[in-house]
């Protein structure tokens, strides 16, 4: 399995910033595409912010799109996300994953991912 660990993730009031890690254990993380997800309560886990493995190719939910930015550092192999201006609707607990087969129509798509992280979670509110 490709273990990957995410952190960063806490309690800020909305309009507040974070960053989220997703740090690679066990694999060069430039092999693989790599996503970040997130699954409040009571609702299915959503794409959010997905990068390929040159960081060339990025998608981003239409919720996140201008708030939340993906970048990657092979070298250190770590993905991060940036998250500005948050909203309570943006609490929940955030994944990272690794997508095994690159697909780029497939990306962000809950299906193409393979291996996950633990979650770290992110709580909006005043």
Do not use: H
Not at 16 to 21: K, P
Not at 95 to 124: I, K, P
Request: aromatic share 10%; glycine share 10%.
């Amino acid at each position: 399995q490709l273990q990957v660990v995410e952190s960063g993730g806490d309690l800020v009031q909305p309009g507040g910033s974070l960053r989220l890690s997703c740090v690679a254990s066990n694999f060069p993380m430039d092999y693989y595409d790599i996503g970040w997800f997130r699954q409040a309560p009571g609702k299915e886990r959503e794409g959010v912010a997905c990068i390929s493995t040159s960081g060339g190719d990025i998608k981003y939910a239409d919720s996140v799109k201008g708030r939340f930015t993906i970048s990657r550092d092979n070298a250190k192999n770590i993905v991060y996300l940036q998250m500005n201006a948050l909203k309570p609707e943006d609490t929940a607990v955030y994944y990272c994953a690794v997508a095994v087969v690159t697909s780029l129509r497939a990306m962000c798509e809950t299906y193409a991912y393979d291996d996950w992280g633990q979650g770290t979670q992110v709580t909006v509110s005043s």
